[in-house]
């Protein structure tokens, strides 16, 4: 019986088996968990500053259009970098959500902040009311290496009121460094270069709003 046995089953089937089994008894019988990460920014600070620029920003409203993000970041694994040719995805660490969509949450809440206004939208928005500005956003490279730099790059353009002139365009290139060597110390790092990019956006719309008469 035990002859027959090893006649229908190939040595080659067995030896899966073999390995596979030993491989859950390694690991205890089960798979490592999958870890999940969100973006994140500060909580807004209500201080003098901000109340200097209610009168300055109270009837401005923002779309924000993040329009593309490289292929290579539609996915649910956390991307890092082991050199400018290689990349490594994070089995095990991967964002809780849509990350273009994160992206794009963590520039608004920013924008609110550095403005002092609720009226910042994501593109397409709810209400058809007239904006104010629109800033269109690309992205070409949004990872880092574990333990070492993160980077932003892209271009950003700013328009005035819906489908009007353009009043800036800008390539950026941002950096910063991790603080750990972890995939939580990398994503507070990238999160980071996102306030740090709304900062940028912020400071010319306000910029423009001054210059108004």
Known sequence: MILNFYK??????????V??????????????????YTLSVEPVD??????????LTSKLSVDIHLVELP?????????????????????????AGDLKADMAHTIVSELKKSLNTDRVFIFPRLTNKP???????????????????????GSWALFQG?????????????????SGENYIDTVSALSDLLVMLAEKI????????????
């Open 162 to 178: 819906l489908n009007s002139k353009e009043l800036v365009y800008e390539d950026f290139s941002l950096r910063v460094a991790a």
């Open 19 to 36: 390995v596979s089994l030993t491989a859950c008894v390694a690991l205890g019988g089960t798979s490592l968990p999958t870890r999940f």
């Open 46 to 55: 209500k201080t003098d500053d901000h109340h200097a620029l209610s009168e």
């Open 71 to 95: 292929d290579i970041l539609e996915r649910p694994q956390i991307v890092t970098r082991i050199d400018k040719n290689r990349i490594k995805l994070g089995d095990f660490d991967q964002w």
């Open 131 to 153: 904006v104010s500005y629109q800033v269109k956003i690309n992205v070409i490279q949004f990872d880092g290496v574990l333990g070492g730099n993160t980077v932003l790059r």
């Open 202 to 213: 912020a400071q010319s719309i306000l910029d423009f709003e001054a210059s108004i008469p």
């Open 8 to 17: 229908a089953v190939p040595l080659a089937v067995i030896f899966i088996v």
